[in-house]
């Protein structure tokens, strides 16, 4: 009965698939935003107009930073120390304070910037507004308003740069890391630029946040261009209501939740198909290692992301509808071209596992290589989607993730609380997969992925050019035009996949809890008989082959065609559970095949005896098991709203008891035979002489 029970619970959760997923990846908790008019535009690097200088005051430090530099730049750079000695600031704060001018450009020399004003204690009332200000529900850090920002921008930032428009910061050095902020863990963000469009940020870096290195929010117009993020406990750079943003040669590393992320980008496109104009914020030839994410976008609505390198994280790129009350919801309209995606495999869950994230931040390790995952990912995957409408993924080399090179999956409504009926099917619908070089790297190298696409089934008019190595085997098929061939629609996901979804979004690492059921976390991940939907499958399994030898031992034991179909029945059941196990093995639909052609001869053979109608009933779990066999092993079937898969679970749940009844009432002696079809039964006995 444990096994049925299983085997409801799975139905349940599956065949309406609201349950859903819960929250698979990070974001972050902010005021309420405004929605920006659009009207900017991308800042262009400006080399005249009125300028500030910032540099520290050491010319032995100074001249030893300097010493390797080219001659010219060397030469520039020791003029400009001397007038900043005579002129300038000795902190970047003291700079953006003193900017007025329309256009100003602050040029910060090479050194290492902690800004010690702004670390200093908060003012009586600054601490009052902190110790009163709203907390998050996640994170727990207080979120504050803008006025509250203004009064006290050093709360939660090292470096506030709070209205002011069109100010450029850029470092002189001959390297991003020549000038360096450094947060030392004691501020939420190193640099905040909120409501300052125009801002251009260029050649710099900054790191050792509680959050985010670099900050921008609420601006229409920014760049950050050759900047470099590291050893944050979640963001190297986080943009949030933006528009008309560019990330250009820009990199992150160490991060705990990822190198970039354009969440909430202006929802410019929401309305339209894929005929979209131009995009919110552009990111190209950047690079994010060695992260729990190279790229995260939680609403990462109307991004392009192009000519870019997404490796050596625990996941490549991650895009979703996943988190509560986020503007912008749901994700829509990003496009991914001409990226690597590749070898996306480190396992950094060991340190929730052994303490080191419950550690201060200081004393974790980041500058060590430690990273403290923010969000529960498949180590190995190159990009995980769920919950995303109408992106576009194109001519991307995906290679080398163990895991797989895709995972895209329905995220309901509800998780991000939106609670309207058609909200809980409004995602994963119309996203393009075209011409992705798959397990070959841009050298022509062979690296292959895991598999190449896990998909839990649900979507509509979506489709893909490269159909090898899926974990259901078929997809829909992207034509010439690159739209889906018709019919190919799916409103729910298939009941394994999204079971699988809902219990590995477990993660808490507040908790330092890992699902055990789920076989994602690297070194602590299921295998076999431990993961959750083959936990499922197996129980399913027992279930349905006792009562196929029950029924065939109390009611068709003298039925050739009852032994042939329970032999296949079982034998099919057998192979499936290693199809389950084994993604995207073609042991799955063969097991389906087999279990539907064993039920089928079940049920023509009940149809002879006094349980005829629980044989039709065998004939209709067989018809849905042979259309699952299609459906995942040869072609996609179309104009089906829902998978065979559910459809054959909803069969099963009516057939399981009724079948256990029959068992429990048929005589103790099986003498029920087919006579039309089964040479071995006995004649019919002639009726008496009148």
């Not at 200093?120 to 200000?133: D, F, K, Q, T, Y």
């Not at 050739?560 to 799955?588: D, N, Q, W, Y």
């Amino acid at each position: 009965m444990k096994a049925y029970t299983r085997l409801l619970g799975i139905v349940a959760v599956a065949a309406i698939a609201i349950l859903g997923p819960a929250a698979t990846a990070s974001a972050h908790e902010e005021r309420p935003t405004r929605e920006l008019e659009g009207t900017g535009s991308v800042p262009v690097y400006r080399t005249t107009g009125p300028t500030l200088l910032v540099c520290k005051s050491d010319p032995a430090d100074f001249a030893t930073r300097v010493a390797g530099f080219p001659a010219d730049l060397k030469a520039a750079n020791e003029q400009l120390w001397q007038q900043c000695q005579q002129g300038g600031y000795r902190h970047i704060q003291q700079a953006v304070d003193a900017a007025h001018l329309p256009g100003t450009i602050i040029k910060i020399l090479p050194g290492v910037y902690l800004e010690e004003p702004s670390i200093a204690p908060a003012s009586p009332e600054c601490a009052a507004m902190e110790n009163g200000a709203v907390r998050g529900k996640i994170y727990g850090y207080p979120v504050l308003t803008w006025d509250q920002q203004l009064a006290c921008p050093h709360l939660a930032n090292l470096i506030a740069i709070l209205g002011k428009k069109n100010l450029q910061l850029e470092g002189t050095g001959a390297s991003p890391m020549d000038v360096l902020v450094d947060a030392q863990y004691k501020k939420l963000n190193a640099i905040r630029a909120d409501n300052a469009d125009g801002v251009y940020f260029r050649n710099m870096s900054a790191q050792r946040a509680q959050f985010n290195a670099f900050y921008v929010m609420e601006t229409d117009g920014f760049v950050l261009d050759r900047t470099i993020g590291r050893w944050n406990d979640e963001y190297a750079f986080l943009t949030f209501a933006v528009d008309h943003g560019l990330y250009t040669d820009c990199e992150g590393y160490g991060n705990g939740d990822s190198a970039f992320y354009p969440g909430a980008a202006s929802n410019i496109n929401k309305d339209r198909g894929h005929d979209v104009p131009r995009y919110a914020v552009e990111i190209q030839r950047c690079y994010g290692h060695h992260n729990t994410l190279g790229y995260s976008g939680t609403a990462g609505d109307s991004v392009w992301v192009h000519d870019s390198v997404f490796t050596e994280n625990t996941a490549g790129i991650a895009t979703d509808s996943a988190f509560p009350d986020h503007p912008g919801m749901p994700q829509n309209h990003s496009k991914f071209e001409r990226n690597i995606i590749a070898n996306n495999n480190v396992d950094y869950y060991k340190h929730i596992v052994d303490g080191t994230c419950k550690k201060p931040f200081e004393q974790r390790g980041y500058e060590q290589g430690v990273v403290c995952p923010a969000v529960g990912l498949p180590v190995g995957a190159g990009v995980v989607n769920p919950g995303g409408n109408y992106n576009i993924w194109r001519d991307n080399h995906i290679y080398g993730n163990r895991y797989s090179g895709f995972v895209t999956s329905f995220v309901p409504g509800f998780v991000r609380n939106d609670t309207e009926f058609a909200q809980q099917f409004d995602t994963s619908h119309h996203n393009r997969y075209i011409d992705n070089v798959m397990g070959v790297s841009e050298k022509g190298e062979a690296k292959p992925n895991g598999i190449n696409f896990w998909w839990d089934g649900q979507g509509v008019g979506s489709c893909w050019t490269d159909m090898s190595g899926t974990n259901i085997r078929t997809v829909p098929a992207c034509g010439d035009d690159e739209l889906p061939a018709p019919g190919t629609h799916r409103y729910l996901g298939e009941p394994a996949g999204t079971l699988k979804m809902y219990a590995c979004a477990g993660y808490d690492g507040g908790r330092q809890h890992l699902p055990s059921d789920c076989d994602w976390y690297g070194a602590y991940a299921a295998h076999g008989l431990e993961r959750i939907e083959v936990k499922w499958a197996f129980g399913g399994a027992v279930v349905l082959g006792l009562l196929a030898i029950g029924l065939y031992y109390r009611r068709l034991r003298a039925s050739k065609r009852g032994l042939v179909g329970l032999l296949l029945a079982v034998g099919g059941l057998v192979v499936g559970v290693f199809g389950t196990i084994e993604m995207g093995s073609v042991l799955h639909p063969i097991g389906l095949a087999l279990y539907g052609a064993g039920f089928a001869l079940l049920g023509l053979a009940l149809r002879a005896t006094p349980a005829r109608k629980l044989g039709v009933m065998t004939l209709l779990v067989a018809v849905f098991a042979l259309l699952g066999a299609v459906d995942h092993g040869l072609l996609m079937i179309p104009y089906l709203p829902v998978s065979p898969a559910l459809l054959r679970v909803l069969m099963e749940i009516v057939w399981i008891p009724w079948a256990l009844g029959a068992v429990l009432a048929a005589p103790r002696t099986a003498t029920a035979v087919d006579p039309a079809t089964d040479p071995a039964a006995p004649a019919a006995p002639e009726p008496a002489a009148a």
